[in-house]
């Protein structure tokens, strides 16, 4: 099992920046992906960004060139620079991890944080 914990949203104006965080803890050495996801009020929850355990990337096209994804191996934890941020950027942003194999394949997720960007 793997937990995550989101920090970092809040309220920015359009063209600003936040970080987010997502602390990984319990059984990190599984994880094979982590990625971010979105969910805006009334649409569904899409993919973000997402980062292999090789450090392999990809990103929503809506992201690509604003958004990065990262990670810190020391401190179990993956970060989400977001840039140039546009109001329709709002949403919840939840934290996911891909762990485990075969019949131990699991996913977690985050408690989400918001992010509100306004114009």
């Known amino acids: 099992q793997v937990q995550l914990v989101e920090s970092g949203g809040g309220l920015v104006q359009a063209g600003g920046s936040l970080r987010l965080s997502c602390a990984a803890s319990?059984?990190?050495?599984?994880?094979?992906?982590m990625g971010w996801y979105r969910q805006a009020p009334g649409n569904q929850r899409i993919l973000v960004a997402v980062?292999?355990?090789?450090?392999?990337?990809d990103y929503a096209d809506s992201v690509k060139g604003r958004f990065t994804i990262s990670r810190d191996n020391a401190v179990n934890t993956v970060y989400l620079q977001m840039n140039s941020l546009k109001p329709e950027d709002t949403a919840v942003y939840y934290c996911?991890?891909?762990?485990?194999?075969?019949?131990?394949?699991?996913?977690?997720w985050g408690h989400g944080t918001r992010v509100t960007v306004s114009s």
């Open positions: 996911n991890a891909d762990y485990g194999a075969w019949e131990a394949r699991g996913s977690s």
């Open positions: 319990g059984s990190i050495s599984s994880i094979n992906a």
């Open positions: 980062i292999t355990s090789g450090g392999v990337t």
